[in-house]
């Protein structure tokens, strides 16, 4: 076929490809208005599909207003949607597109929650649907009992045997566990909820929406998340115009249960009996005054909060707040630290910190002039532990604020290097191989032995100000923890002392030295104040230490068991040296809430692939990493890696790729790592 002209051509391709017929216009828009979606089947993907038949009908001639599209779309959502139906209609606000997907998504999440805790709850009950296999099943065993209905007991045959070698987990379908035990089961039980109660106290029904307001800027402080729903009965004091209004401005959707349906608020309910029953119980026994009323729920709810549950073995606080509330906190402050419940042995450990900068000679107080540059100083408290946990001594440090120096004006060059703990396994692995002698060394106050170059000056530390020079400030002859120049000026000074007593430092690790005489030989290790000397001569050794004693300030450890965090074993009878960071990985499962993690495949699945596809598409997708801290676990698991675990590498290196943008994909191959 030949074409005269490029218009013939055009006319000729607009039939053939352009606009459709208008019986295939009809159809869609039959299509897009007739549309209903089912209960249980995908809210959001159906709320795209709707969107994208209006865009093809805007394509094809025929347009469709927003308010119609809303409409529209929220009239073919199932009876589970109505209470967002009746906020879009009562409320008369303008929505866009986006807005009616978010809350979509928002409401189907809710009720995925929802109907997950229900699942649970019934499962755990015992509970079995009638109709069901597990009922067909159940009622095969009772014994010619046809009234099973009236029946209390159930009679299961003699021969039923149950090989408890090839139990599987009726949550996750996996072999080796039952479902009591089963990791995920517990974690979608912490996930879904805490039972964390609050009480408020009111005299009118009227103060439920000041009280809810108070309620929710507590809850969001706490937990750092924004609440997206709640759940209600039908009372009065929460269907007030103001509450609604408020739930709508602030992106909340009420859900309400059914009228004369107490049983569908059961949680509440079973929650709001148990308090009731404690506080008539603690009114009869202490006879009180019915006045001491709200007293005495206010104390059954802080009661109740921190006792264990059943289902987690935890309290509701600890699965809220993300911490125990017996936990022992290090004071942060020099005012909490005098009035914590250990403030003599704090006091005691800033005068030994303050004596010791005497010693030294680390400041001397001037007078304060204008234009003078001063730094402040604060307190850092610290209970140091032994491998076991238990409190070893309590550390007090006064740091200066050296993130307000200026480079140029109080500082200048900062680096200072540290020895890599890849050559702290190869020396250990020295040590072992040739039955070295292995002793380790603490540097008291190491900074403190540097020298500065530059003028710094401090104020006088809280609770240490000298009376009668309290307009005074101190003028730095040595370095101080929290310098930015400190830790390099510890390095020059221990480099220029050690080298003088004839040690070589190596030229491939700065933080290594070496001293041979004849067949004897001694290695030094320098991380910070932590030293390792390694021998095969214990006279030298001992010189060694003598010499370190009275240059610095030391404290001699005895032989090496426990150095950043690694615990050290030796079998000198086989000349073997283990490596363990057991309490390390402890601290990893409780930081990241696996302390329950069932075992897993160790090297890495290979059946569990990860791909970029699997990354967040959109906002909604992504984790928050307040709740989901990725990238901290991650990096955890790589110092775990490097120091004693190589043979998690391959899993840490594939989780490692996801830390920019983890979706729940990812989230769930770092959990198999733990």
């Not at 089912?38 to 709707?50: F, L, T």
């Not at 949607?81 to 409401?107: C, M």
């Not at 005098?338 to 800033?350: E, L, Q, V, Y």
Request: with cysteine; glycine share 6%.
């Amino acid at each position: 076929m030949s074409y005269s002209s490029a218009k013939s051509i055009i006319d000729s391709l607009e039939v053939k490809f352009g606009k459709k017929s208008s019986a295939h216009v009809e159809g869609l828009w039959e299509k897009f208005i007739r549309t209903k979606l089912s209960e249980g089947e995908d809210a959001r993907q159906h709320v795209i599909n709707m969107i994208a038949l209006a865009d093809e009908l805007a394509l094809q001639g025929r347009p469709i207003d927003e308010k119609t599209k809303i409409s529209t779309i929220l009239s073919s959502l199932p009876y589970s949607y109505d209470t967002l139906r009746q906020i879009y209609f009562v409320s008369g606000l303008d929505w866009k597109l986006d807005d009616l997907l978010s809350k979509v998504t928002a409401q189907e999440d809710a009720k995925l929650r929802v109907k997950e805790f229900s699942v649970n709850v019934v499962e755990q009950k015992g509970f079995v649907p009638q109709g069901s296999k597990r009922f067909e099943k159940k009622r095969k065993f009772k014994n010619g009992r046809s009234d099973w209905k009236n029946n209390k007991r159930a009679y299961v045959r003699q021969d039923v045997e149950v090989k408890t070698k090839q139990i599987i987990c009726y949550h996750c379908k996996k072999p080796g566990h039952k479902r009591s035990e089963c990791h995920s089961l517990l974690r979608s039980r912490e996930e879904t909820t805490s039972r964390f109660g609050y009480v408020y106290l009111m005299k009118q029904k009227s103060e439920a929406l000041e009280k809810f307001i108070t309620y929710r800027l507590e809850v969001e402080k706490w937990t750092d998340n924004k609440l997206k729903s709640i759940n209600s009965d039908r009372g009065g004091e929460y269907f007030s115009n103001d509450f609604e209004r408020y739930c709508i401005e602030n992106g909340i959707v009420h859900f309400c249960t059914p009228p004369y349906t107490p049983e569908a608020n059961g949680i509440a309910e079973r929650r709001n009996r148990t308090l009731l029953d404690m506080v008539r119980s603690m009114m009869a026994r202490a006879n009180l005054p019915t006045s001491f009323w709200g007293e005495a729920i206010l104390t059954a709810m802080h009661i109740l909060n921190r006792i264990p549950t059943k289902a987690l073995e935890k309290t509701p606080h600890e699965l809220f707040v993300g911490e125990n509330y017996d936990k022992v906190k290090d004071p942060s402050t020099y005012s909490q630290a005098i009035k914590d419940f250990d403030s003599k042995k704090w006091i005691s450990a800033m005068n030994e910190e303050f004596d010791s900068m005497g010693k030294n000679g680390v400041w001397r107080l001037v007078k304060r002039h204008e234009g003078m540059k001063v730094v402040g100083c604060k307190w850092i408290f610290k209970r140091k532990r032994d491998v076991s946990g238990k409190v070893e001594k309590f550390k007090a440090r006064l740091v200066a604020k050296g993130y307000t120096q200026e480079y140029g004006v109080d500082f200048e060059e900062t680096f200072s290097p540290v020895v890599r703990i890849q050559s702290i396994r190869a020396i250990l692995s020295l040590v072992a191989f040739f039955d070295f002698e292995l002793y380790q060394m603490d540097v008291k106050t190491a900074f403190l032995n540097g020298d500065l170059e530059e003028d710094v000056y401090m104020e006088q530390p809280e609770g240490f100000i000298s009376k009668g020079d309290e307009n005074k400030v101190c003028k730095l002859e040595k370095s101080i923890y929290g310098l930015k120049q400190a830790s390099r000026q510890w390095n020059l000074k221990f480099h220029e002392s050690i080298t003088m007593m004839g040690f070589m430092q190596n030229s491939s690790e700065p933080c290594v030295y070496v001293r041979k005489i004849h067949d004897k030989v001694v290695i030094l290790t320098l991380y910070v104040d932590d030293i390792l000397l390694a021998g095969n001569d214990v006279d030298m050794l001992d010189e060694v230490k003598q010499w370190l004693f009275k240059t610095f300030e030391m404290k001699d450890l005895g032989e090496a068991s426990y150095i950043l965090g690694i615990k050290i074993e030796r079998d000198r009878v086989n000349r073997k040296l283990s490596l363990s960071q057991e309490n390390y990985i402890d601290t990893l499962l409780e930081k990241f809430h696996m302390v329950d993690c069932l075992s897993g495949r160790i090297p890495y699945n290979n059946l569990r692939s990860l791909s970029q596809k699997d990354c967040p598409k959109n906002d909604q997708e992504t984790l928050d990493p307040k709740l989901y801290p990725y990238a901290s676990a991650v990096g955890s698991l790589m110092y775990l890696m490097i120091c004693t675990r190589p043979d998690i590498a391959f899993a840490v290196g594939m989780v490692s790729r996801f830390q920019s943008n983890p979706g729940k994909i990812a989230l769930d191959g770092y959990s198999m790592d733990f």
